[in-house]
């Protein structure tokens, strides 16, 4: 199994600043990696998939990169309605595996 | 509007079972992948499983802590999928969440979940 390393945990940052999410795979994948946003009491949502597009409809504060066995996201500036946790996921083999997920708080 | 409706959720005893359901609206649901995730209470995102499409055989994938006790079927004369769970532990209480995996197999679109709680 593909086992996802998120860091940090949990971060807090100030409205405007650039905030950047790492994901550490346990082993070397294609691009299969997507980034969600979940809000307290929601469904997640999509917002990267094959590690750098963007998801139809999401603000191009937020960007995805990398390869191999680590991946970012980027906000590039945040904002209140960014307060939310973030989590990877890998698909690129079964069982697809979440990362533990990174709470993004607001100064 | 693509529509996820899960349903089926409530209150089980430790060894019981239970059968979730997902009514899907506004895509053509034969078309796609679908996956069932889980989230515990407090806890982060478990994916549970998929089936694929009937040119696929309708063939399933399972996350090793509910093989051999979840089952993962579809109905796409009725736009449905469903998540059959017997053998219930109290570590399987959570927010189920439907989902469809779209192109890339990233999971674009969720229902809203729902709540299945394992307790004696």
């Known amino acids: 199994d593909i086992q996802m390393t998120q860091s940090p945990s949990t971060l807090s940052a100030s409205v405007g600043d650039r905030v950047t999410i790492t994901c550490r795979a346990s082993q070397s994948f294609s691009s299969r990696l997507a980034w969600y946003q979940q809000k307290p009491g929601k469904a997640p949502k999509v917002l990267i998939y094959k590690a750098s597009s963007l998801e139809s409809g999401v603000p191009s504060r937020f960007s995805g990169s990398g390869s191999g066995t680590e991946f970012t996201l980027t906000i590039s500036s945040l904002q209140p309605d960014d307060v939310a946790t973030y989590y990877c996921q890998q698909y690129d083999s079964y069982p697809i595996t979440f990362g533990g997920g990174t709470k993004v708080e607001i100064k | 509007e693509v529509q996820l409706v899960e349903s089926g959720g409530g209150l089980v005893q430790p060894g019981g079972s239970l059968r979730l359901s997902c009514a899907a609206s506004g895509f053509t649901f034969s078309d796609h992948y679908m996956d069932w995730v889980r989230q515990a209470p407090g806890k982060g995102l478990e994916w549970i499983g998929r089936i694929r499409k009937r040119v696929n055989s309708y063939t399933t994938e399972y996350a090793a802590s509910v093989k051999g006790r979840f089952t993962i079927s579809r109905d796409d004369s009725t736009n449905s999928l469903y998540l059959q769970m017997n053998s219930l532990k109290t570590e399987d209480t959570a927010v189920y969440y439907c989902?469809?995996?779209?192109?890339?197999?990233?999971?674009?679109?969720w229902g809203q979940g729902t709540l299945v709680t394992v307790s004696s």
């Open positions: 989902a469809r995996s779209g192109s890339y197999e990233r999971c674009d679109y």
